[in-house]
């Protein structure tokens, strides 16, 4: 358990959702006595009262009134999505205020955003981290220690399949933000856009079980560029493949079928990010990332991550995060999980395995 000394007071935005009351549960297992920070006193307040917390009331459409909310933090985490709402004036209000930022984004665009602060947080003198929880943090980690394991690697391909037992209005608002985002892959060394699901394989589950994939624009492809440096990278979850088919077809016209509540939770669980539908689905809960990294000789190295339920690995790794921070030694400007914390960073979750197949 940490002590005051490293931990200090930070500041914990989101806690009365449900992946806010997850990491809120796991600081406090761990010692630490965050602010609560949200728009509703009330539900603050009725969170705080039993730990003694501390509240502040913030507006994100107040930048003077977020940035003075943060004076004095020894960092805030933002776990309120969807992230191309919340996000920009959580950060910009973190800049403005020196006080360094974390997030549990799994959104392509705002990472994208976050990570092009990289100038404005070395002026500012304070570490940003993006994506500190599943799907980022877990991907980051297994592709750069999968690089690794290969000389002069050129291409990486990253599949992650969550196993969630919680169902989250705004991690479902995030997925569909990605969604409508489009398609996109690293070529190149560039981001580029493609039609959503153009490229289909299956993965191997340890028991033999081939899994089907289809390409996703994952927050994780502006990651492993940082992370990796490798030039041409696609990421991609689990999907039939009429699923992929369909989506394909639509991919021109997708926002506006994502109008549609029913094709919105059709998507939704099929990125994995929604509840366990029935008791027969409520666990064990296993987790997987799997990373695929090829060099011009044609060599190739494959390596799994294997954890157990993701909100509760976003949790802890978002905790971790902020112990990390707050220790210091992290660089001022703009961070993956992996880049600031190293590839190890994901095997401090409880539960977690990495290894090459």
């Known amino acids: 358990m940490p002590s005051a000394a490293t931990t200090g007071t930070w500041g914990l935005i989101g806690p009365t959702g449900v992946t ?44 003077a009134g977020l940035a003075a909310a943060f004076a004095g933090l020894g960092a805030v985490f933002n776990v309120a999505g969807p992230f191309a709402v919340t996000g920009r004036p959580v950060l910009e209000a973190a800049l403005a205020a020196r006080v ?24 500012a003198g304070i570490p940003l981290i993006a994506g500190a929880g599943f799907g ?3 991907g980051d980690c297994l592709a750069a220690f999968v690089a690794a394991q290969i000389a002069a690697p050129t291409s990486l391909r990253l599949a992650v399949a969550p196993a969630s ?50 390409a996703a624009p994952l927050a994780e492809l502006a990651a492993l560029g940082v992370s990796t440096g490798i030039a041409e990278i696609m990421t991609g979850t689990p999907m039939p493949r009429a699923a992929a088919r369909a989506v394909r077809l639509l991919s021109g016209g997708l926002k506006l079928v994502l109008a549609v509540p029913a094709i919105r939770r059709m998507a939704v669980r099929a990125t994995g990010h929604s509840a366990a539908t029935s008791t027969a689905d409520a666990g064990p809960f296993v987790s997987r990332v799997w990373a695929t990294a090829s060099n011009a000789r044609g060599e190739t190295v494959r390596g799994l991550l294997e954890t157990g339920e993701g909100y509760a690995f976003a949790a802890s790794a978002a905790v971790l995060a902020v112990e990390r921070v707050l220790q210091g030694g992290i660089p001022a400007g703009a961070h993956t999980p992996a880049a600031a914390f190293g590839t190890d960073f994901a095997l401090a979750i409880p539960g977690t395995t990495m290894r090459v197949l």
């Open 100 to 123: 360094p930022y974390l997030d549990l984004n799994g959104e392509l665009a705002f990472l994208l955003e976050v990570l092009a602060a990289d100038g404005a947080a070395s002026a």
């Open 165 to 214: 037992a919680y169902a989250s209005p705004a991690v479902a608002a995030s997925t569909v933000a990605a969604l409508e985002f489009g398609g996109r892959r690293i070529a190149g060394g560039k981001l580029v856009s493609t039609a959503l699901g153009d490229r289909t394989w299956n993965e191997t589950t340890p028991d033999g079980a081939a899994l089907p994939m289809a």
């Open 136 to 138: 980022v943090a877990a």
């Open 20 to 63: 806010g009351r997850l990491v809120l549960d796991e600081a406090l297992a761990r010692g630490h006595q965050p602010v609560l920070m949200g728009r509703d006193r009330g539900r603050l307040a009725q969170l705080a009262q039993p730990h003694g917390l501390a509240i502040r009331v913030i507006d994100a459409a107040d930048k």
